[in-house]
């Protein structure tokens, strides 16, 4: 870099504990380029569930909104982000804020650099179900963010699609595969051991998360039913479930699994356990939207309890399959892939239609060859 050269400051801003799986990684990299100061800002919209994948990345921030609170509404998080994060643009002025995916934190910072005139880079940009019920409210947020952003950054080709088709400029679209495929690459260790995997090693493990906003009441009661007349109906099947922080889910959570000694409910686990907790499983139930992808690259089945993705690939790739949040269907699904070999077979395979594990890398340097 020529003496005449400044570095572009680079401000990463996020807030929840999936956005700092897929933000870490791009973190650590741009850390090593010389073409840019990379400065982190913590919303806090979570809080342990984020200072957990902070720890494991080991990435301090420069700034933490702090903005959580229990039960928090979306909007006590995006007026609080917004507020927040104006001094600290105002301050620092970067050259250039990034983003990831669609929580509100995302939402908010994109709207806060956008007024503050800041460009903005989203990554994992054009996921879409284009109902903006489902997922709720993350289908708004993304298309919000895609409104505001200069660089998108679109992990296949499919999400490059959408934007195309939405009228974004082709050549601010960048295809770079997702950068949580960079993470499980990070995490996932052969000699790794762990307490609740000892008490599930002969059983077929299923591994449940669920936390979706549009799930809670009466999709969730259904979801949970299915996996107890499950556990009920197969002796040699095991459920551990790390329990997301979220008090109205674990309130569901615990009143349907209270006294199961073969569902075991646990505390959220650190991205390096839950990476290799799923890669020790026989299949995986959720309806979160980063285990899709992360299944993909372990070879896991994931039965996911949503009307629609905004993952299709997956779909596509016979390794991710809708089970929608009926009792029933989910059963069916998950009496199955326990009693159909060939069916399981069929699910159980490593496909990297998310990426190589290299997203980090190239969005890095998109970033330090471009004018920003
Ligand atoms: C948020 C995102 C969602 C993402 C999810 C990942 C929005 C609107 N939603 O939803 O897209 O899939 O994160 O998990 O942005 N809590 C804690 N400690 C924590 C985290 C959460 O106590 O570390 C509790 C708090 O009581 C909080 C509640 O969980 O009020 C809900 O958190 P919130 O971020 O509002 O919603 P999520 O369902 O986590
Ligand atoms: N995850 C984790 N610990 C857990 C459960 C999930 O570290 O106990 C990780 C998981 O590997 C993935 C991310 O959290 O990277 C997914 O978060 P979540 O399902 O909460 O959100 P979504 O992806 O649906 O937005």
Not at 311 to 329: F, M, Q, T, Y
Request: hydrophobic fraction near 40%; glycine fraction near 4%; proline fraction near 4%.
């Amino acid at each position: 870099m020529g003496i005449e050269e400044v570095m572009k400051k680079i401000l990463l801003v996020f807030g929840t504990r999936p956005e700092a799986v897929k933000m870490c990684p791009l973190i650590l990299e741009l850390k090593t380029r010389k073409e840019v100061e990379v400065m982190v800002c913590v919303t806090g919209q979570h809080r342990e569930m984020l200072n957990q994948v902070m720890d494991v990345f080991r990435v301090v921030p420069d700034y933490d909104l702090a903005v959580m609170t229990q039960n928090q509404s979306l909007f006590d998080i995006t007026i609080n982000v917004l507020q927040k994060l104006q001094p600290i643009l105002k301050k620092e002025e970067p050259n250039l804020v990034m983003v990831h995916g669609d929580t509100s934190t995302s939402f908010a910072a994109s709207l806060a650099a956008f007024y503050q005139q800041i460009p903005v880079a989203h990554v994992e940009a054009g996921l879409r179900t284009y109902d903006i019920t489902s997922p709720y409210p993350e289908e708004f947020n993304r298309q919000a963010v895609s409104l505001i952003a200069k660089y998108h950054f679109a992990p296949t080709q499919w999400a490059k699609k959408n934007l195309v088709a939405e009228g974004k400029d082709e050549r601010q679209i960048y295809v770079t595969g997702n950068t949580v495929i960079d993470s499980v690459k990070i995490t996932v260790k052969e000699d790794y051991r762990h307490e609740e995997l000892e008490w599930a090693a002969d059983a077929k493990l299923i591994l449940l998360t669920a936390h979706r906003r549009e799930n809670i009441g009466e999709p969730m009661h259904e979801m949970f039913e299915a996996v107890r007349e499950c556990v009920d109906t197969w002796p040699d099947v095991r459920v551990i479930y790390p329990v997301h922080l979220n008090p109205v889910v674990r309130q569901i959570a615990g009143a349907h699994f209270q006294g199961c000694d073969r569902i075991h409910l646990i505390e959220p686990l650190d991205v390096v356990d839950f990476h290799n907790f799923m890669k020790r499983s026989y299949l995986i139930l959720t309806d979160s939207g980063g285990i899709q992808e992360e299944a993909s690259a372990l070879g896991k089945p994931v039965l996911v309890m949503r009307e629609m993705t905004e993952r299709p690939e997956g779909v596509e790739a016979g390794i991710l399959r809708l089970v929608g949040n009926s009792k029933d269907r989910i059963l069916v699904a998950l009496n199955e892939l326990l009693t159909d070999d060939e069916a399981y077979a069929k699910m159980s395979r490593t496909v990297n239609v998310y990426g190589d594990g290299t997203a980090s890398k190239r969005i890095a340097d998109i970033i330090c060859e471009s004018d920003c």
